[in-house]
């Protein structure tokens, strides 16, 4: 009999099936125990078809990266186009970044792992340039905040930084936050008075105000604001995070 070609759509829909099941195999063993040979076993596929698609682990892991920063994309997007001062969008991106993690706590956990040497090292040249391509568009949204802001003047870019690195301390910021206590991002138990969104809001008016972006935290209920404005912007991430069991509490 002769093989079945899949057009380029089913090939796709393939891939994303793949995904998806390795997705689910994090979420149940941690990105550290991810196998081909287990994703295998859990896709109606034969081993070879699988390799057509990702030529390894860390192909397979860049691809799952690369889907998480299209979500975020669109989530800072947002944020970006929203109309308000420069300060409120950035605070509202560090906090779309949040509602991500809580929505998407697996794809929180390839970033960091994604940037590793060996998996890009192992990963192949169109995932790779898929990737360069997807953090393009992603940054472009946080450098975009960043530019208004020194161009109407409620940001004064410090002397011995750039937009890149100002941006770059805002995302470390942002990302340890969120990953230092990810414990409570899924589940606010009692072993800790640190709720991550509280911390957050806090760490990002520390930075904010250090870097006298205006409105300063005495000059603003910045707070109040951001809970408006998230259920304005994220009313669907706000709904499946209460389908979870979980508020924002901040």
């Given at each position: 009999?002769?093989?079945?070609?899949?057009?380029?759509?089913?090939?796709?829909?393939?891939?994303?099936?793949?995904?998806?099941?390795?997705?689910?195999?994090?979420?149940?063993?941690?990105?550290?125990?991810?196998?081909m040979?287990?994703?295998?076993?859990?896709?109606?596929?034969?081993?070879?078809?699988?390799?057509?698609?990702?030529?390894?682990?860390?192909?397979?892991?860049?691809?799952?990266?690369?889907?998480?920063?299209?979500?975020?994309?669109?989530?800072?997007?947002?944020?970006?186009?929203?109309?308000?001062?420069?300060?409120?969008?950035?605070?509202?991106?560090?906090?779309?970044?949040?509602?991500?993690?809580?929505?998407?706590?697996?794809?929180?956990?390839?970033?960091?792992?994604?940037?590793?040497?060996?998996?890009?090292?192992?990963?192949?040249?169109?995932?790779?340039?898929?990737?360069?391509?997807?953090?393009?568009?992603?940054?472009g949204a946080?450098?975009?905040?960043?530019?208004?802001?020194?161009?109407?003047?409620?940001l004064?870019?410090?002397?011995?930084?750039?937009?890149?690195?100002?941006?770059?301390?805002?995302?470390?910021?942002a990302?340890?936050?969120?990953?230092?206590?990810?414990?409570?991002?899924?589940?606010?138990?009692?072993?800790?008075?640190?709720?991550?969104?509280?911390?957050?809001?806090?760490?990002?008016?520390?930075?904010?105000?250090?870097?006298?972006?205006?409105?300063?935290?005495?000059?603003?209920?910045?707070?109040?604001?951001?809970?408006?404005?998230?259920?304005?912007?994220?009313?669907?991430?706000?709904?499946?995070?209460?389908?979870?069991?979980?508020?924002?509490?901040?």
């Open positions: 009999m002769t093989p079945r070609i899949l057009d380029e759509a089913a090939l796709q829909a393939r891939e994303e099936h793949i995904i998806d099941e390795a997705i689910k195999l994090i979420a149940l063993l941690g990105i550290e125990n991810l196998t040979d287990k994703v295998v076993a859990k896709v109606p596929y034969s081993k070879g078809t699988v390799y057509k698609h990702f030529i390894g682990k860390e192909d397979l892991l860049l691809a799952i990266s690369n889907r998480a920063v299209k979500l975020l994309s669109g989530l800072f997007l947002r944020a970006f186009q929203f109309e308000g001062c420069t300060r409120e969008r950035m605070l509202l991106s560090n906090f779309s970044y949040l509602l991500y993690a809580i929505l998407y706590p697996e794809l929180f956990q390839t970033e960091i792992c994604a940037k590793a040497p060996n998996v890009i090292g192992k990963s192949s040249e169109a995932r790779i340039k898929e990737q360069e391509k997807l953090e393009i568009k992603l940054m946080i450098f975009g905040i960043v530019e208004e802001a020194i161009a109407d003047k409620s004064l870019l410090p002397e011995y930084m750039d937009i890149q690195q100002l941006c770059f301390a805002n995302w470390s910021m990302y340890g936050t969120i990953a230092l206590l990810s414990g409570e991002v899924e589940q606010c138990s009692g072993r800790t008075n640190l709720i991550v969104e509280r911390e957050l809001f806090n760490q990002c008016n520390l930075l904010f105000d250090g870097l006298q972006w205006k409105p300063l935290t005495k000059e603003k209920k910045h707070c109040s604001e951001l809970r408006k404005t998230i259920e304005q912007v994220y009313p669907n991430e706000l709904m499946l995070i209460k389908e979870k069991g979980r508020e924002l509490n901040f």
